[in-house]
């Protein structure tokens, strides 16, 4: 079973950052990384994506705002929020999917707050 272990969320003001990082118990090398945000009343949406080979999505909405990386070396991947909105606020959820089983993790989800 392979645990997603997030943190980096919070209440941040329209127009600032915060960087959101996820580390996985296995070797993140073996996975396929993501977040996915989901708000109150509305379905969990993709945010942005990267797979093992570093090919990475991102939603129309956060294009040119957020930006995920990961270092394997660290075992992490990091979502920075720029700019941020009053409608990106929502609990952002890591998720795993391991290349070799297809299998899917979830993190716990880290609040993230965008209000004046």
Request: charged fraction near 15%; include cysteine.
């Given at each position: 079973q392979v645990q997603l272990v997030e943190s980096g969320g919070g209440l941040v003001?329209?127009?600032g950052s915060l960087r959101?990082?996820?580390?996985?118990?296995g070797n993140i090398g073996s996975f396929n990384m993501g977040w996915y945000r989901q708000a109150p009343?509305?379905?969990?949406?993709?945010?942005?994506t990267i797979s093992s080979l570093g090919l990475i999505n991102y939603a129309t909405s956060v294009k040119g705002r957020f930006t995920i990386s990961r270092d394997n070396a660290k075992n992490t991947v990091l979502l920075q929020m720029n700019s941020l909105k009053?409608?990106?606020?929502a609990v952002y959820y890591c998720n795993a999917v391991d290349v070799r089983t297809v299998r899917s993790y979830w993190g716990q989800g880290t609040q993230v707050t965008v209000s004046s």
């Amino acid at each position: 079973q392979v645990q997603l272990v997030e943190s980096g969320g919070g209440l941040v003001q329209p127009g600032g950052s915060l960087r959101l990082s996820c580390t996985p118990s296995g070797n993140i090398g073996s996975f396929n990384m993501g977040w996915y945000r989901q708000a109150p009343g509305k379905q969990r949406e993709p945010v942005a994506t990267i797979s093992s080979l570093g090919l990475i999505n991102y939603a129309t909405s956060v294009k040119g705002r957020f930006t995920i990386s990961r270092d394997n070396a660290k075992n992490t991947v990091l979502l920075q929020m720029n700019s941020l909105k009053p409608e990106d606020t929502a609990v952002y959820y890591c998720n795993a999917v391991d290349v070799r089983t297809v299998r899917s993790y979830w993190g716990q989800g880290t609040q993230v707050t965008v209000s004046s």
